[in-house]
Protein backbone atom coordinates (compact mmCIF):
# COMPACT_ATOMS: atom_id res chain seq x y z
CA UNK A 1 0.00 0.00 0.00
CA UNK A 2 0.90 3.70 -0.86
CA UNK A 3 2.00 5.85 1.72
CA UNK A 4 0.85 9.42 1.30
CA UNK A 5 2.55 12.36 0.77
CA UNK A 6 -0.04 15.81 1.54
CA UNK A 7 0.16 18.48 -0.41
CA UNK A 8 -1.34 21.73 1.27
CA UNK A 9 -1.23 24.74 -1.40
CA UNK A 10 -4.14 27.01 -2.70
CA UNK A 11 -1.92 27.80 -5.69
CA UNK A 12 -2.61 25.66 -8.68
CA UNK A 13 0.32 26.47 -10.62
CA UNK A 14 2.32 25.19 -7.45
CA UNK A 15 0.25 22.53 -6.36
CA UNK A 16 0.80 20.69 -9.84
CA UNK A 17 4.24 21.88 -9.51
CA UNK A 18 4.87 20.39 -6.55
CA UNK A 19 2.69 16.94 -7.73
CA UNK A 20 5.10 16.71 -10.42
CA UNK A 21 7.83 16.51 -8.50
CA UNK A 22 7.35 14.37 -6.08
CA UNK A 23 4.68 12.26 -7.98
CA UNK A 24 7.34 9.71 -8.66
CA UNK A 25 8.79 8.96 -5.64
CA UNK A 26 8.67 4.89 -5.07
CA UNK A 27 5.90 3.77 -2.80
CA UNK A 28 4.44 7.10 -2.09
CA UNK A 29 1.40 9.12 -3.37
CA UNK A 30 0.53 12.88 -3.51
CA UNK A 31 -2.62 14.47 -2.71
CA UNK A 32 -3.73 18.10 -2.71
CA UNK A 33 -5.26 19.60 -0.53
CA UNK A 34 -6.19 23.41 -0.26
CA UNK A 35 -6.74 24.34 3.32
CA UNK A 36 -4.96 23.83 6.26
CA UNK A 37 -8.66 22.64 7.64
CA UNK A 38 -8.94 19.92 4.82
CA UNK A 39 -5.67 19.03 5.66
CA UNK A 40 -6.22 18.63 9.28
CA UNK A 41 -9.02 16.28 8.51
CA UNK A 42 -7.37 14.18 6.24
CA UNK A 43 -4.58 13.89 8.68
CA UNK A 44 -6.88 12.99 11.62
CA UNK A 45 -8.87 10.27 9.47
CA UNK A 46 -6.01 9.07 8.01
CA UNK A 47 -2.59 9.77 9.42
CA UNK A 48 -1.48 5.95 9.51
CA UNK A 49 -0.93 6.32 6.07
CA UNK A 50 0.47 10.25 6.28
CA UNK A 51 4.54 9.75 5.25
CA UNK A 52 5.25 13.20 5.17
CA UNK A 53 3.58 16.99 4.29
CA UNK A 54 4.71 19.39 2.57
CA UNK A 55 2.23 23.37 2.95
CA UNK A 56 2.54 26.83 1.76
CA UNK A 57 2.76 29.16 4.53
CA UNK A 58 0.05 31.39 3.20
CA UNK A 59 -2.55 29.36 2.19
CA UNK A 60 -6.05 30.59 1.78
CA UNK A 61 -7.20 32.03 4.69
CA UNK A 62 -10.48 33.40 6.05
CA UNK A 63 -9.41 36.26 8.46
CA UNK A 64 -9.42 35.09 11.61
CA UNK A 65 -11.18 31.87 11.43
CA UNK A 66 -8.92 29.57 9.42
CA UNK A 67 -5.22 28.23 10.13
CA UNK A 68 -2.19 29.07 8.03
CA UNK A 69 1.14 26.87 7.41
CA UNK A 70 2.63 28.18 11.02
CA UNK A 71 -1.39 27.37 12.51
CA UNK A 72 -0.98 23.29 10.76
CA UNK A 73 2.52 22.74 11.81
CA UNK A 74 1.72 23.93 15.31
CA UNK A 75 -1.24 21.88 15.70
CA UNK A 76 0.55 18.49 14.13
CA UNK A 77 3.47 19.38 16.69
CA UNK A 78 1.30 18.97 19.10
CA UNK A 79 -0.56 16.05 18.63
CA UNK A 80 2.31 12.89 19.63
CA UNK A 81 1.46 10.61 16.74
CA UNK A 82 2.69 13.34 14.64
CA UNK A 83 5.36 14.69 16.22
CA UNK A 84 8.23 13.32 13.98
CA UNK A 85 5.91 13.67 10.46
CA UNK A 86 8.74 15.24 8.16
CA UNK A 87 7.58 18.93 7.46
CA UNK A 88 8.55 21.10 4.30
CA UNK A 89 7.32 24.62 4.65
CA UNK A 90 6.99 26.62 1.82
CA UNK A 91 6.63 30.80 1.54
CA UNK A 92 6.84 33.12 -1.13
CA UNK A 93 7.38 35.69 1.80
CA UNK A 94 10.52 37.82 1.86
CA UNK A 95 10.74 38.51 5.60
CA UNK A 96 14.47 36.82 6.00
CA UNK A 97 12.96 35.70 9.81
CA UNK A 98 11.35 32.88 8.33
CA UNK A 99 13.60 30.15 7.54
CA UNK A 100 14.56 30.56 11.29
CA UNK A 101 10.98 30.70 12.38
CA UNK A 102 9.30 28.10 10.43
CA UNK A 103 12.30 25.74 12.03
CA UNK A 104 11.40 27.24 15.35
CA UNK A 105 7.62 26.01 14.84
CA UNK A 106 8.32 22.46 14.05
CA UNK A 107 9.05 22.30 9.98
CA UNK A 108 12.31 20.21 8.99
CA UNK A 109 13.06 22.38 6.04
CA UNK A 110 11.56 25.84 4.45
CA UNK A 111 12.00 26.99 0.90
CA UNK A 112 11.46 30.00 -0.57
CA UNK A 113 9.69 30.55 -3.23
CA UNK A 114 10.63 30.25 -6.15
CA UNK A 115 12.01 27.06 -5.11
CA UNK A 116 13.63 24.68 -6.99
CA UNK A 117 11.49 21.25 -7.34
CA UNK A 118 14.17 18.57 -7.20
CA UNK A 119 15.59 20.10 -3.93
CA UNK A 120 12.31 19.75 -1.93
CA UNK A 121 11.92 16.31 -3.61
CA UNK A 122 15.97 15.65 -2.31
CA UNK A 123 14.78 16.95 1.00
CA UNK A 124 11.76 15.37 1.30
CA UNK A 125 13.50 11.81 0.39
CA UNK A 126 16.22 12.58 2.64
CA UNK A 127 14.04 12.91 5.49
CA UNK A 128 11.89 9.76 4.64
CA UNK A 129 14.74 7.67 4.35
CA UNK A 130 16.48 8.90 8.09
CA UNK A 131 12.82 7.97 9.69
CA UNK A 132 14.03 3.95 8.90
Excluded at 22 to 34: A, K, Q
Excluded at 86 to 105: F, H, K, M, V, Y
Amino acid sequence: MSRLVLIVEDSEPCAETLEIALESLPGFETRVMRSAIAAMEALRNNGHQVAALVTDLNIHRVPGNSPDGFDLIRQLRAEPRFARLPILLISGDSDPRLPARALEQGANAFFAKPYSPSAVRRKLEQLLCSQG
